[in-house]
């Protein structure tokens, strides 16, 4: 019988061979093209370990053949959500927001964006506080498409709820402007202001599949720090759907480690990980 994967001194509540470890990374890059690395047998193990316990399964076999059997089964979205990993932050990687007042301003049409990997919603709100600071009003001509694959992390996004020290380091009038303190049973935490929320509209979307059912034009799209978890035919592939869903003058925004350049020539770099569509460039 294989050995269980992890240092063999551990003691595990429940078995997880090698053999398993290499079907759950089948599954979810076949899934949600996450292309899981050799060494996250652990990550695996803890995080689908409580799918386990919440079904009362005793076995990672049993959990993956019953996933398998079922396609259209709704653990798939138990699966897939624990196996999402959702870091982000308000204003993470802070460069991309002044660009993007920029180019907002210098727009004669309303704001389309589109954040495709939006997580627990700090990236959206990050946009949306940049565009109303841009037009100096909390009801600016903007529209902000906020998608994520993960339906818990989305739940968390629409409903708008911060800890107090997720927003510590924002200046304390954006704080004042964009945020209501909670009170009695919800002090320690913040509310993001209803105006601030209704600029955005939260969806589930996962970006491997073949339909997306949204449509553009967007004059941005920020795909941040989600390409590193796809391999490069599958970036190349999400690649081009973006193309023809951003105007011709319109900018990608990637993460600090996201390389497009080696993926694609349909964009060309313009900024510190800023893209345009090379039509857009072209005389
Ligand atoms: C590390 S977070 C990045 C969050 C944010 N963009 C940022 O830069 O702070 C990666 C997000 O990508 C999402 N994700 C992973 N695979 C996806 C897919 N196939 N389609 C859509 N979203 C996906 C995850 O659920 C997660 O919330």
């Known amino acids: 019988m294989a050995a269980p994967a992890g240092s063999a001194s551990e003691r595990k509540e429940f078995l997880f061979t090698p053999a398993d470890f290499e079907r759950v990374r089948r599954l979810i890059y076949a899934r949600a093209g996450i292309a899981l690395g050799s060494g996250k047998h652990e990550m695996v193990y803890s995080r689908l370990s409580r799918r386990l316990r919440d079904l009362g399964l005793s076995s990672f076999e049993v959990y993956l053949a019953a996933l398998e059997a079922d396609p259209n089964g709704r653990e798939w979205e138990q699966f897939t959500n624990a196996l999402t990993t959702n870091l982000t932050s308000f204003f993470r990687e802070s460069h991309h927001f002044p660009i993007l007042a920029e180019h907002a301003k210098a727009q004669s049409e309303p704001i389309e964006v589109w954040c495709c990997a939006s997580s627990t919603g700090e990236e959206p709100y990050s946009i949306a506080i940049t565009l109303c600071e841009a037009f100096g009003t909390l009801t ?63 969806k589930q979307l996962n970006l491997l599949d073949d339909n997306w059912s949204i449509k553009g034009p967007f004059q941005s799209i920020f795909c941040r720090n989600v390409m590193i978890y796809f391999d490069k035919p599958t970036q190349g592939k999400i690649l081009s759907r973006f193309a023809p869903l951003l105007n011709p003058q319109g900018l990608l925004f990637a993460g600090h480690s996201e390389n497009l350049s080696f993926v694609t020539t349909e964009f060309s770099l313009i900024g510190k990980t800023v893209y345009q569509p090379t039509r857009g460039l072209r005389r």
């Open 140 to 202: 600016p001509p903007v529209r902000i498409l906020a998608t994520d694959i993960d339906t818990q992390v989305l739940a968390r996004a629409e409903a708008a709820i911060y800890p107090l020290d997720r927003v510590s380091s924002l200046p304390s009038e954006q704080l004042k402007r964009y945020f209501l303190r909670g009170k009695g049973p919800q002090s320690g935490q913040v509310r993001v202001r209803p105006e601030l929320r209704r600029l955005i509209t939260f």
